[in-house]
């Protein structure tokens, strides 16, 4: 899987994007940084880190509909704790949208109070959205902009020219293209970001991917889960990730001719389950403790 990944995770046009918002960046106030809940670490791209360096800056942590709760607080104290407000949001239900615009306001405050006292009362706050693909840019400024303003799209790794939204009056959107992590070495960065979607799955090795997943699934016992899959009487920790994943095949009904297991299929069962949250809300990264 290794080789397969390393090639394609950061194509040329990722370097574009970078170029794109380091030229964008002189013309905003602030970034609204999007990470996945699941996984705020492994989404959090440290070269857009590097670039938005003293920019104020406020983390969304997006999807938290499929993240653990508890999980989620801990790494708003986390963020907190570093001196950046992040706010758990799902940009699929909205709830917790309506906080965003208010945190801008509040983070830009003593900007704004300049502004006023140098003359210019009104002046837009320009904010840069950026955030890796498949993370949830398009539908937060869909929730924000209102509905037909931004389109999303369904696969990861899509392009798209920068483009300003207007929200509540004065606030100014910048959306990005996406940009993946080009840190080839780590590996388990690689695997989040395809287990959650993020990374295309035509160059990841599907079954090991799954495999890998069950692994989190036997550390971790879930109900839902173990109903979904029929497993609710077998003990986990008697099969290997492998031999589940052939086992939820076989509940599944996936045989191919000779009654073996339709492995690959099983595999995108379990990815696209979980990625639709079907598996319950499982976070695959907890912060550090600080
Ligand atoms: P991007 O611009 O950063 O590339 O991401 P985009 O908004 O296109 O979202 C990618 C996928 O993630 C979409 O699903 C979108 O609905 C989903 N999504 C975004 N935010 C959330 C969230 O907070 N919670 C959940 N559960 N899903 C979220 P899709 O399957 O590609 O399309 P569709 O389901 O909208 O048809």
Redesign the pocket.
């Known amino acids: 899987m290794a080789d397969k990944q390393n090639i394609q995770w950061f194509p040329g046009h990722m370097t574009k994007a970078i170029r794109r918002i380091k030229e964008s960046l002189r013309m905003v106030d602030a970034v609204a940084e999007?990470l996945d809940a699941r996984i705020p670490y492994s989404s959090r791209n440290p070269d857009i880190d590097r670039l938005i360096k003293n920019k104020p800056r406020l983390v969304l942590l997006?999807?938290?509909?499929?993240a653990n709760p508890n999980v989620t607080s801990r790494w708003v104290r986390f963020f907190d704790k570093s001196g950046i407000k992040a706010i758990p949001?799902?940009?699929?239900?909205g709830k917790g949208v309506k906080l965003v615009m208010p945190a801008v306001r509040e983070l830009m405050q003593a900007q704004i109070e300049k502004w006023n006292q140098s003359g210019m009362t009104g002046r837009s706050i320009r904010i840069m959205v950026v955030?890796?693909?498949?993370?949830?840019?398009?539908?937060?400024i869909?929730k924000l902009a209102g509905k037909t303003r931004?389109r999303?799209?369904?696969?990861?790794g899509?392009t798209r020219g920068n483009q300003w939204y207007t929200i509540d009056g004065n606030i100014e959107l910048l959306d990005t293209p996406?940009v993946l992590w080009p840190k080839f070495d780590d590996k388990e960065v690689g695997e989040k970001l395809a287990f959650t979607g993020a990374v295309k799955d035509q160059v990841v090795d599907i079954e090991l991917l799954a495999v890998r997943l069950l692994e989190v699934f036997t550390r971790c016992p879930n109900t839902l889960f173990a109903e979904r899959f029929k497993l609710k009487d077998e003990k986990l920790e008697d099969y290997t990730p492998y031999e589940l994943l052939e086992l939820i095949g076989r509940k599944r009904g996936m045989l191919i001719s000779g009654g073996e297991v339709d492995l690959e299929r099983a595999a995108n069962v379990l990815l696209d389950e979980y990625r639709?949250?079907k598996l319950g809300r499982v976070s695959l990264e907890l912060p550090e403790e600080v």
Do not use: Q, R
């Open positions: 999007i997006n999807k938290s509909d499929m949001i799902d940009c699929k239900s955030g890796i693909p498949n993370v949830g840019k398009s539908s937060l869909n931004a999303a799209e369904d696969k990861p899509i996406g639709g949250g």
